[in-house]
């Protein structure tokens, strides 16, 4: 099956370079690209939903966390970017950190990936826990391009191509968020969803 590079067809300073379609390419192995680490954080308000807290109103700390493609170096003949996200949602109690060889391998063939940690031990019903996405999203959008850009993304997120993946009750909220169309006003792609469970309301 023939593998397609994400970027194949874009029009960029780049689309004079070599257009990547590899045939017979092993994706179980690290792709052309290494990888930066990025963190932040948004406040976002805990929604009414989530019937375990007293006080559901009290803003809610949610640390995100992005593995961004690089090039190794300036000769290097894979294109600079900007890069499709991957949004790659948890499973039930999991974190981020469980996920980090996935998020590696994908950005390592030119994703960039997106995760968040829920506040943990805590049963989030589905309803409360979907727009915490267009918040990272809104993050990442202000960290990766204009004035307030963090260097590392400076240009390397295309939100116009943003897809949604997830294990288990990621993969639950991964295809809710897929079936809604859209998340912060940006159109979802595709979907990927790893075993997806539907085990809360």
């Known amino acids: 099956m023939p593998f397609l590079w994400p970027l194949r067809g874009r029009a960029s300073a780049a689309a004079s370079r070599t257009q990547f379609m590899m045939n017979e390419v092993d994706i179980m192995r690290d792709g052309p690209y290494v990888w930066s680490k990025v963190t932040g954080q948004v406040t976002s ?10 006080d559901d109103s009290r803003p809610l700390k949610l640390p995100l966390f992005v593995t ?44 960039v990936v997106l995760q968040y940690n829920a506040p943990a031990l805590t049963i989030i019903p589905d309803a409360a826990e979907m727009p915490y996405l267009g918040e990272a999203l809104r993050w990442l959008q202000a960290a990766s391009s204009g004035e307030a850009a963090q260097p590392t993304l400076q240009g390397r997120a295309d ?29 979802i792609r595709s979907a990927f969803l790893i075993d997806p469970v539907d085990n809360t309301a």
């Open 45 to 54: 308000v805990r929604s009414a939903g989530n019937h375990l807290q007293q």
């Open 68 to 111: 961004v493609p690089m090039v190794s170096s300036p000769t290097d003949a894979a294109p600079p970017g900007p890069f499709p996200v991957c949004v790659l949602l948890n499973g039930f109690q999991a974190r981020a950190s469980y996920y980090a060889p996935l998020a590696r391998r994908l950005a390592s063939w030119g994703y």
């Open 159 to 187: 939100l116009n191509r943003l897809v949604v993946a997830g294990h288990s009750r990621g993969g639950k909220l991964a295809a809710l968020h897929f079936c809604s169309g859209s998340v912060a006003g940006l159109p």
